[in-house]
């Protein structure tokens, strides 16, 4: 079996939690392959909405596993908290949940350091979630972080005050007050609570489940924008976001990829600082925030919402390889009498769709506009009921970027998606 990968093509919440939860009944295991807590992956169904920051979006599925894979950083109170409010809609969770040995550990004192590090910068914070993202990531590639497999230790209490000790030491060099205890709070209460998890080296046993012919998709988190070496660089996250992320946050090798499934929103949206070329400081962009409730399901802050970008859509496309094109939030922009679609840049006085290396570069965005469709599309769930403006929507992005688009998602519960295609 070949292992799929569903990840986002645009700067993070594109609406990846709903659509895995949505095609979850076609695998035997869902698994996550980078991020922590500062993804906030949402899903709604029974007019309940869940929003899932570390465990993988299938967890709402009975009869799937789920693995939480060595690329992810784990916050042992974000995992207790989460874990706590899904007891009542995932049963036998314990069961259902494997978690890499190799995944790292986000200390308290990561957190601090990221708050610390964004409160030194000022002005020009690049606008981190404060969950000790940067600094977890930076003791991994440094050699200097603990990992899930260590609090089975006899001395991780040992190994957590060493850790400490040092963050202590280089947060002596900031102008920051911080009270240790408050950021401990429930922390060793998760450490506690991931013991009873299957802890497993998560490479051997999901190369072992594919071997056995089993199904298995791949859930990123954030957006191939964010990616660190892709992206925005340096408003991007510190993991690799692209679907090369999967290999190596599961470890898989590039031959046991099979699809590779890209969502977008109809529009783009970004948290936090960084280039957006098509953002809509205006009336428009306002009411694509109000209407599609752009607010971070981690954070709470506002998004930044502007027309659709397709040069940026076809740089994730190449770099990830996409195979099938999934849209989110189509039913937004019902009720736009135009709709414009951004096909190139001018950059300097030169046109082109390559995005530039210069963050900072003077881009226009050079548009092309449609027409708009008038009446709700929420209820509809074929294709073929949809208006004929919107399906010259599909069509002039399916063309641009070459790419099908098979899944529409026209609303934010489970059963608001238009499949052009059958599922597995």
């Known amino acids: 079996m070949k292992i799929d990968i569903l990840l986002?093509?645009?700067?993070?919440?594109?609406?990846?939690?709903?659509?895995?939860?949505?095609?979850?009944?076609?695998?035997?295991?869902?698994?996550?392959?980078?991020?922590?807590?500062?993804?906030?992956?949402?899903?709604?169904?029974?007019?309940?909405?869940?929003?899932?920051?570390?465990?993988?979006?299938?967890?709402?599925?009975?009869?799937?596993?789920?693995?939480?894979?060595?690329g992810v950083v784990i916050d042992p109170a974000v995992f207790k908290t989460e874990i706590d409010g899904l007891a009542p809609y995932a049963p036998d969770i314990t069961r259902r949940l494997v978690i890499s040995t190799?995944?790292?550990?986000?200390?308290?004192?990561?957190?601090?350091?990221?708050?610390?590090?964004?409160?030194?910068?000022?002005?020009s914070k690049i606008g981190s979630t404060l969950k000790g993202i940067g600094p977890?990531?930076?003791?991994?590639?440094?050699?200097?972080?603990?990992?899930?497999?260590?609090?089975?230790?006899?001395?991780?209490?040992?190994?957590?005050?060493?850790a400490t000790g040092k963050h202590l030491e280089t947060l002596s060099g900031f102008d920051f007050t911080f009270n240790l205890a408050e950021y401990e709070k429930g922390w060793f209460e998760g450490i506690e609570m991931m013991k009873e998890f299957q802890l497993v080296n998560t490479e051997y046993y999901i190369n072992r489940l594919m071997t056995s012919g089993k199904s298995i998709l791949a859930e990123g988190a954030q957006g191939t924008m964010l990616d660190v070496d892709f992206g925005t660089y340096p408003f991007v996250t510190s993991s690799n976001t692209v679907s090369a992320g999967a290999c190596t946050g599961l470890g898989v090798a590039p031959a046991s990829v099979g699809d590779v499934l890209g969502i977008f929103k109809a529009y783009c949206t970004r948290v936090g600082s960084g280039p957006f070329p098509t953002e809509l400081g205006d009336e428009t962009g306002a009411r694509l925030r109000d209407t599609g409730r752009e607010y971070g399901?981690?954070?709470?802050?506002?998004?930044?919402?502007?027309?659709?970008?397709?040069?940026?859509?076809?740089y994730a496309i190449m770099l990830n390889g996409v195979t099938q094109l999934y849209m989110t939030k189509a039913d937004v922009l019902s009720g736009f009498e135009k709709?414009?679609?951004c096909t190139s840049y001018k950059i300097n006085g030169t046109d082109t769709a390559d995005i530039p290396f210069e963050n900072d570069a003077a881009i226009e965005p050079v548009y092309k506009e449609l027409g708009g469709w008038t009446h709700d599309i929420s209820g509809i769930r074929?294709?073929?009921?949809?208006?004929?403006?919107f399906k010259r929507?599909?069509?002039f992005i399916e063309e641009y970027?070459?790419?099908?688009?098979?899944?529409?998602?026209?609303?934010?519960?489970?059963?608001?998606?238009?499949?052009?295609?059958?599922l597995l």
């Open 102 to 123: 190799r995944a790292n550990l986000i200390l308290p004192t990561h957190r601090i350091l990221d708050a610390a590090s964004e409160h030194r910068k000022g002005t």
């Open 297 to 314: 399901a981690t954070t709470g802050r506002p998004r930044r919402c502007g027309w659709l970008d397709l040069p940026a859509l076809k």
């Open 382 to 389: 074929e294709f073929d009921r949809l208006p004929s403006e």
């Open 136 to 162: 977890a990531y930076t003791d991994k590639t440094g050699r200097a972080g603990l990992r899930a497999g260590d609090i089975m230790r006899h001395n991780f209490r040992q190994l957590y005050e060493e």
């Open 8 to 70: 986002g093509l645009q700067w993070g919440d594109e609406g990846k939690g709903k659509l895995v939860d949505a095609i979850s009944p076609g695998y035997d295991v869902i698994a996550r392959f980078q991020g922590g807590p500062n993804a906030g992956h949402s899903l709604e169904f029974n007019n309940i909405k869940h929003i899932l920051h570390l465990i993988p979006s299938g967890i709402f599925h009975p009869d799937k596993m789920n693995v939480i894979g060595n």
């Open 393 to 395: 929507f599909i069509g």
């Open 401 to 422: 970027c070459n790419v099908p688009i098979t899944i529409i998602s026209v609303g934010p519960d489970r059963e608001e998606t238009i499949f052009r295609v059958k």
């Open 339 to 341: 709709i414009k679609i």
